[in-house]
């Protein structure tokens, strides 16, 4: 027997996590998900096994086994993956998804039984985290799979778990049916995708259904859990904080991110519990914030102190510190003025080094005041020795991975929309890597306009460079809004210290007008809810060495 883990895939839905690891190498007890399973197989005896690669296949290094690698793992279905592995089907071969977890005793039932197609299902449709869409559900009628697919018409009576048994036999009809279905099919749709390529290995089992061929259901009541999303994770006991990353590999993340999605979301950070939770923070399964920004007000702030440039650049890099130890995002630091362009120099080399994408400059005087005040008197620098200074600034950065961002405050110091324009000229003719326009309107009218022309002077001078916003005061537009404007980089500046700021103060009150904490609770995480955060409960895991089998 030989077995075929399909582990191409790209692992979306859990995007933070999987921006540098490849979904079946997240970690649940302490080893990658497809240990777990690599382990059991060979526990039964299965020696031959081979890996179908795509996504970071680089990461995924077992001896003694196979490797084949679907190139086009991004534009392809898993159905591709599983025929890049087709010299192996010459003998009786058990097919995986490499993102769940099967306890052993599953592998035996399907391994012993009858039939030369067989897969396995579970009666017991779960209450997985899967949209309806996204399970795969079959129809079973008299010990026969009848239907296989993605919300069925006919209804379903249970959940494939992504496990595939072909004897020698079945296997050659495999073959013959996907080949048959290349040249029927062509780029045509099949079965329930637009095209044999970007077909599911249920779309297979249903043409193999249709052709009357019998698919044997093996009812499984082993446990398994399948990895799709952030609570499958958590619930199957996988580290959900602590996936590391190199600083080499974080520092490029955003100018990649830049390159491929021309749009990075991004929340501040003031603390590493901060950091915890935006990392984590995803919505609808999918939107997450990409990259996370080290404030200045947050920062001083967090620590008891006013923004006004008396926080130095240690004081920022000891808290990058702590955020750099809790996430794999990418971090964009507020340097402030940067200080005299030997402060700056200083400070670039040393948030270059640990793995900061970008550091964003502002060009008034030192000491700078908040830009939000609108009492501060706000003295820009001249442009020219600002450009100066991002010349410094540049010179000194040892790769070109790192983004330093020019922040134009011309309208914060009550200047045109023309002089910011002006000084992007500069900033941009001096080699600066972004441009980040501030205001502290309450409506988003002069940054637009900012927008319209910058795309103008970019396109006047030959280079164009992301643009940067701040959407605190006009937040009633949307990211979507801003970025069809122009902008590449939105920042929430602020908002979870001021969230936790609001968030104490009223449990503050609370506690003391009633003299005890009880009506509190509700307003307050679970002290087991900030196990989990930080990564105590993962710890009592791996101490436990605990055994899925
Ligand atoms: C910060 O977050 O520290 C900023 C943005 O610089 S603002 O507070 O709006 O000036
Ligand atoms: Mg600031």
């Known amino acids: 027997m030989k077995a075929i883990i399909l582990a191409g895939g790209m692992g ?61 793992y991004e534009n392809s279905g898993i159905l591709t993956s599983l025929f890049c592995a087709e010299q192996e089907f010459n003998d009786d071969v058990m097919i995986f998804y490499s993102d769940t977890i099967f306890n052993k005793s599953i592998l035996e ?68 049916v996907y080949h048959e279905a290349i040249t029927k099919h062509g780029d045509r749709p099949f079965q329930q995708s637009l095209s044999v390529k970007k077909a599911f290995l249920t779309d297979i089992l249903q043409e193999l259904i249709d052709r009357d061929y019998e698919v044997t259901p093996v009812l499984i009541k082993g446990k398994w859990t399948e990895i799709d999303t952030l609570e499958d994770l958590k619930e199957a006991g996988g580290e959900i904080t602590s996936a590391k990353i190199t600083p080499e590999v974080r520092r490029g993340l955003l100018k990649n991110i830049l390159g491929e999605r021309g749009f990075v979301r991004v929340i501040e950070a003031h603390s590493g519990i901060s950091a915890i939770i935006a990392n984590n ?12 920004w080290i404030s200045s007000l947050t920062e001083s702030a967090a620590k008891g102190q006013p923004d006004i440039e008396i926080m130095g650049p240690d004081s920022r890099l000891a808290t990058v510190h702590q955020v750099l130890e809790v996430t794999n995002k990418p971090v964009i630091i507020d340097g402030d003025t940067g200080g005299d362009p030997n402060a700056l120099e200083y400070f670039l080399r040393k948030a270059e080094s640990l793995g ?185 895991n791996k101490e436990k060495n605990l055994e899925v089998n």
């Open 12 to 72: 979306n839905r859990l995007l933070h996590l999987t921006t540098n690891t490849p979904k079946c190498m997240l970690k649940v007890h302490g080893k990658p998900i497809i240990e777990h399973l690599l382990t059991a197989l060979m526990d039964l005896g299965i020696n031959d096994i081979s890996i179908v690669k795509g996504y970071l296949k680089d990461q995924i290094n077992y001896e003694r086994t196979k490797s084949y690698y679907n190139q086009d």
């Open 109 to 176: 039932e399907i391994m012993n039984a009858n039939g030369d197609i067989c897969i396995a299902v579970d009666k017991d449709i779960k209450k997985s985290h899967k949209t309806p869409e996204d399970k795969e559900n079959a129809l079973i009628n008299e010990n026969k799979v009848q239907k296989i697919g993605r919300n069925l018409a006919d209804g379903s009576n249970a959940e494939f778990i992504g496990i595939a048994k072909f004897t020698k036999k079945g296997a050659e009809i495999l073959k013959n």
């Open 281 to 292: 923070a995803v919505t609808n399964g999918k939107t997450v914030f990409d990259a996370l």
């Open 356 to 540: 900061v994408s970008a550091v964003i400059i502002e060009d008034k005087v030192y000491p700078k005041r908040n830009s939000l005040d609108a009492e501060s008197e706000q003295t820009q620098e001249d442009p020219k020795v600002f450009a100066n200074k991002i010349k410094r600034g540049k010179s000194a950065l040892l790769t070109d991975q790192f983004m330093l961002i020019a922040r134009i405050e011309s309208l914060i110091a009550g200047k045109s929309v023309d002089d910011a324009i002006e000084r992007a000229k500069h900033y941009l003719e001096a080699g600066v890597d972004g441009i980040m326009i501030h205001s502290k309107s309450k409506t988003p009218d002069e940054i637009l306009s900012f927008a319209r022309d910058y795309k103008e002077l970019c396109n006047e001078i030959g280079i164009k460079k992301p643009l940067v916003c701040v959407p605190t005061t006009y937040n009633e537009i949307k990211e979507s809004e801003l970025r069809n404007e122009g902008f590449n980089v939105i920042i929430h500046a602020n908002h979870l210290l001021r969230a936790s700021i609001k968030s104490m103060q009223n449990v503050c009150n609370i506690i003391l007008e009633n003299e005890r904490s009880m009506e509190a609770d509700k307003y307050c995480s679970s002290v087991k809810e900030i196990f989990d955060i930080v990564g105590f409960t993962d710890i009592k």
